[in-house]
């Protein structure tokens, strides 16, 4: 549901999701099985044709492709990228901070490398833009300032919560635009009003403005 606050949010849409094979979503394997079935069927009839009959004993007998999946979950700078280039054995392929604090804060898969990959290693992202960024970003400074505005009974029921997701929304903004001359983390501290919200909605906007991405 659309934030009630002004600025950011626009039309709310679905988060972008990496693009999986097709052998790994249930609908495909569903399908897959029930073909092997009717395969295995038409097998086992008498009095069809040879070369339909061996084909059907092919399919019968087909096996959808495997890998192992391995997923590291935890907090915020936990350790989970220095595992992973510990796992791999490559210093560096997942981004590390040497203070403790976040540097990946979204889903990363690491795959084995493809027939029409050239490079030792390739970043294959998902981005957002228009509404959808809007929407992320309209979340991020909600939870930005939430600690600080929230009530005494919200801060007694939730605080390591809010803790949490101020932090993860600082260090968002921190990556995304802390390299940019003029930012100020601090002009994002807004009040619980309108117009100081308005102003750090448009700061916001502004910095997202000037994200550059390169594209194929």
């Known amino acids: 549901m659309a934030s009630s606050r002004p600025g950011l949010q626009g039309t ?7 693009n999986y094979p097709p052998y790994r979503e249930p609908p495909f394997e569903v399908a897959i099985e029930r073909g ?8 086992d009839t008498k009095g069809l044709p040879e070369n339909l009959l061996r084909e059907a004993e092919e399919l019968a007998e087909y096996r959808l492709p ?21 796992v791999l054995d490559e210093e560096g392929i997942a981004c590390t901070a040497a203070c403790g604090s976040a540097v990946t804060l979204f889903s990363v898969e690491y795959r084995l490398r493809q027939p029409q990959h050239s490079s030792a290693f390739t970043v294959d992202c998902a981005l957002m833009f228009g509404a959808e ?15 600080d505005l929230a009530d005494p ?4 029921a939730d605080l390591e919560g809010l803790e949490a997701d101020s932090l993860t929304a ?3 903004f921190e990556i995304a635009f802390g390299k940019m001359d003029g930012f100020d ?20 906007k502004s910095y ?3 994200l550059e991405f390169r594209r194929r």
């Open 12 to 18: 709310t849409c679905p988060p972008s999701q990496p």
């Open 36 to 43: 092997k079935s009717i395969a295995k069927t038409i097998a």
């Open 66 to 86: 495997t890998e192992t999946v391995l997923r590291f979950l935890g907090n915020c700078g936990d350790g989970k990228s220095s595992t992973i280039n510990s």
């Open 133 to 147: 960024l809007g929407t992320y970003l309209g979340r991020l400074l909600e939870d930005f300032r939430q600690i």
């Open 153 to 156: 009974q919200e801060r007694t």
């Open 170 to 172: 600082r260090q968002v």
């Open 185 to 204: 983390l601090a002009m994002l501290e807004h009040d619980d009003d309108d117009k100081s919200r308005e102003i750090a909605v448009a700061l916001l």
């Open 208 to 210: 997202a403005a000037r």
